[in-house]
């Protein structure tokens, strides 16, 4: 079967790579153009380019897939299934309808859940306990196509969006895989996703990184897991700067918003003002790693160390 491959980031990678590995003639690789980066803003290609590059394969980075050079070259590649990951433009409908099989999608959550630009992070941050990966079909409107399979993924107490991130595009790829072997055998079954079960996952803001102490601490947490390592759960500190929160637990305890209760060998542990949270008596926040701004990563505790914070004072 001969594809064209859409995708840009690092979580499309592992099924480019499991597309090679299979065999697949993949004809053409559309990814994101460079984009600079860095302190020194020199241009980075996309991860997708990279492993094309490795494997050898051609390479389009087209600014828009509006372009009728973009059609033209698809159409020279003569795609039988165009698979799409995570590629970050929405695709025009003569694309869509380019390829006998169609454009299948892969998305990193068990649609209709989580439809958007961040499945992984959302998923965590509103408390789950189970997520996946869809195959569907691209249709006009974003992540709303017939699926043609589902795989679940339990996500771990320690989980945070790295490493949730790593183990779905593991998951997706083998997905990715087996959804082509049904379509080469002709025994693809799509199923309609269900509108009534539909939530979105939309693309993160400043305001969705800002932790608010007045919330519980269990809802705190998977906020900081949801966004760790990046773009990272901040709080706003004196001085109009930020602290990254990296790691934290909720613990028993209770004290005004942004109160330090305690610190201890490792973390710093602050009030939330709600009493609530993840397990019997939990009210406090503890920050057991943090990074501020323009500095290193460090525990909860050598930050407080350092700005002289104890019992009583304020942090957030």
Excluded at 107 to 133: C, N, W, Y
Excluded at 201 to 210: E, M
Aim: glycine residues 12%.
């Amino acid at each position: 079967m001969r594809l064209a491959f859409m995708g840009s980031p690092t979580f499309a990678v592992a099924t480019l790579t499991r597309l090679v590995a299979d065999g697949y003639g993949v004809g053409l690789v559309v990814t994101q153009p460079d984009r600079p980066a860095g302190r020194g803003q020199a241009l980075r290609p996309p991860p997708v380019k990279q492993a094309a590059l490795r494997h050898g394969l051609p390479v389009l980075q087209p600014e828009t897939l509006s372009d009728p050079a973009v059609l033209d070259r698809l159409r020279s590649v003569r795609p039988e299934v165009i698979v799409v990951v995570a590629f970050g433009q929405f695709l025009p409908r003569a694309l869509r309808e380019l390829p006998p099989q169609g454009c299948i999608n892969l998305h990193a959550s068990l649609l209709p859940k989580f439809r958007g630009a961040a499945p992984i992070q959302r998923a965590i941050m509103a408390g789950e306990d189970t997520t996946g990966v869809t195959i569907m079909r691209v249709e006009e409107r974003m992540d709303t196509g017939p699926m043609l399979l589902r795989r679940a993924c339990p996500i771990h107490p320690g989980d945070d969006a790295a490493s949730l991130h790593d183990r779905l595009a593991a998951l997706g790829a083998e997905a990715l895989a087996e959804a082509l072997a049904l379509l080469a055998r002709g025994e693809a079954v799509w199923t309609p996703q269900d509108e009534r079960l539909a939530s979105l996952a939309p693309k993160l803001t400043d305001a969705d990184c800002r932790l608010d102490l007045t919330r519980p601490p269990g809802t705190l947490v998977n906020q900081v897991r949801g966004l760790s390592p990046a773009p990272g759960a901040y709080l706003p500190v004196e001085g109009g700067r930020r602290l990254k929160v990296l790691r934290a637990e909720a613990r028993p305890g209770a004290g005004a918003p942004g109160m330090v209760l305690a610190v201890e060998e490792a973390a710093l542990v602050i009030g939330t003002g709600s009493g609530a949270g993840t397990g019997a008596g939990a009210g406090a926040f503890a920050l057991l790693e943090v990074q501020p701004e323009g500095k290193r990563r460090m525990s909860g505790a050598e930050y407080a160390r350092g700005q002289r914070l104890g019992a009583g004072d304020r942090c957030g």
